[in-house]
């Protein structure tokens, strides 16, 4: 099965099985990111206390973890989750929302590692800082190209055995051995307060139907850049931008994926 | 007076009247919530530290409280509040999110009914799991229907003095004695997240209105039911649906509940 | 340079640097809030844990701070970061949201006036409360004309050095000596929640890039002014002029300003 037919039957999967998203994420994204995984056809469920995250990750389809607008409480279940689903071989994705600029979650991503994610997704600055690398970004947007960040991104996959996603105007995804491109996506995207976001909980969907976190990374990030493409052609701004994607992913279809995903493989020698 | 011409004289006074729906609520939902508070002619405040929730609930037209992403903080606050609003003679609607899915949850629900909410609406899963029946659900989503939940719910009301509603295709509000069944709706609408947790913020705006809870959940169920199912005709997605929804609750008229509305009533004998 | 043509400048200098907007924000409008911030140029970051909210302030741009669902740990958090950002001599705006309606926030937001915001914006009930008169409103809504706040507002503007913005069908702006009027925006844009946590979050953005707080606080109320005047002519309703409102302040253009402001300036004589 090629690339992309593969992208279309983790979508069919997904929506065959609506698996349960347990996300634990921030204040400005929970709302667009319940939708967007509602759209795409998972089951979220937003749950981020000491006291119940650890019993969802257990039993959830994947666990998603950004660490957009965290607290010292939120963090300490951040690390009972991740222990949880580790323990019980259920796949996480970290989103490392920030890393790098600000000292505290920085800290805790890196601690967060220990439990093995599947998936780490981030922007350039946000990988470069994982990776131990580079400057930290402003605030949480990157001032560094995903091209800059790609060594580092090998580098953090190998270590840490998670695949790694670069995100940005063309998204690097490897597992320190194989690396994709995703070549889709449209200049008005970060314009929309945590697409990334979007992107992060759509691999929690995309791992719970698929074994290879690494075709799971791949095919988050083509619905969302294909549904992104699609619908800034005719969007009537950035907040409408928010509600076409989301309604995109709902209507999202296999010809859509077929026409307009642009996916180049490499193996990687590093 | 009929059912549907109550139903459009409690539309009335919330907005000759503005009351104040105080909203203990989840960080997925507080903005949609708010705005279709306002939306219908109410006043809304998000406000559930201890510090402050206590303070609201004693002078607030009417309490909501949506445990769906409770912390042990907010659950604190929870208690104080529901107390004193039940102390202050206040009317409240609670809206069990994931009960019977989560531990925590669970606990704190079944203490909070303690402080005798007017109202109680959930899915099917949550309200079975409050009646001590049913497995519990997938995360926030019911896996049971709400036929199946309507004996527990008719207990659960009998048990607590509250009026229950279980949410579905078919919405049934129960005090014990009396069942009635608010058919509106559209298939789209379990694809928004969040709109239960509207469903209860509504009740909240006609319980500051309307002395009998069981009309009071009747009328909020009709208009939420009647607004989705008009603006789903014409919707883009369900993104859109979540917009439209809102400015439709802002120009939901009489004639619109007249032409629209199915409600049954029935007297239970169980 | 005229007032209206420095408000165009202030908002090509916010494209032309995007500068860094730290908010600490309410749970309601973390979205819509960082969505406006992006469209007008600005780089948004929402952070407000203890941990992190002083590092962010010491090297932004502006800083935010809105009391809307203030929790214990957030008001630990906002002492720190505004005293921070005072010692810093970095600009930083509070909104006092339902300040005089609730106990705890009020003793908070006269604490934090003694790091000197450089402006506070609110509604006529909340500027009253903060100045030690009025009622203190109901909720989070003003129970006061703007008229009525403007003598205190002026006095609270001596007493604490901030400039002072009463919001309202007239937005009134002062700094104790120098009065001015905006009279822009749409009788629609009070059933949208928020939308003067938009005007403060703006601010933030027009403060990162102009020396002067008391022309900083006009423009950021003339550019939501003229966009909800704009926007609220064609728009379907409340949800939909939220998101028309952010679509709009992305092609906000100097000859919208010029063709739609209306500002008025006084001497104040008091």
């Known amino acids: ?40 056809g998972a089951s979220p469920a937003m749950v981020d206390s000491p006291e119940e995250a650890p019993e969802l990750a257990r039993v959830a389809g994947a666990l998603v973890v950004n660490v957009g607008t965290v607290t010292p409480l939120q963090a300490e279940a951040m690390k009972l989750a991740t222990a949880a689903a580790h323990k019980a071989g259920r796949p996480w994705a970290l989103d490392p929302v920030a890393v ?33 690398q580079g400057s930290g970004g402003k605030g949480v947007d990157s001032t560094d190209s995903s091209e800059a960040a790609l060594a580092g991104a090998i580098e953090l996959a190998k270590r840490t055995g998670a695949v790694v996603v670069v995100s940005g105007p063309v998204d690097f995804i ?25 992107a992060t ?5 995309t791992l719970a139907v698929c ?52 996916v180049e493989m490499h193996e990687t020698v590093v």
Chains 1, 2, 3 share one sequence.
């Open 1 to 40: 099965m090629g690339r992309v037919e593969s992208a279309c039957a983790t979508l069919a999967a997904i929506r065959e099985n609506s698996p349960l998203v347990h996300n634990m994420t921030n204040i400005v994204v929970a709302n667009t990111t319940a939708n967007a995984l509602l759209a795409i």
């Open 211 to 262: 074994d290879d976190p690494f075709y799971a990374a791949i095919h988050a990030m083509v619905y969302l850049g294909v549904v992104g493409e699609i619908t800034a052609k005719t969007t009537e701004g950035p907040a409408s931008l928010q509600q076409d994607i989301i309604n995109g992913l709902y209507y999202l279809s296999g010809d859509h994926i077929k026409e307009t995903a642009r």
């Open 100 to 132: 790098g600029a600000l000292t505290f979650r920085t800290k805790l991503a890196n601690e967060l590692l220990e439990n093995k994610p599947s998936v780490i997704r981030g922007n350039a600055s946000e990988i470069m800082a994982l990776a131990g």
């Open 201 to 205: 909980a759509l691999i929690g969907a």
């Open 174 to 198: 490897t597992d320190g051995t194989r690396t994709a491109e995703v070549a889709n996506g449209d200049a008005m995207m970060p314009y929309v307060t945590g697409l990334g976001c979007t």
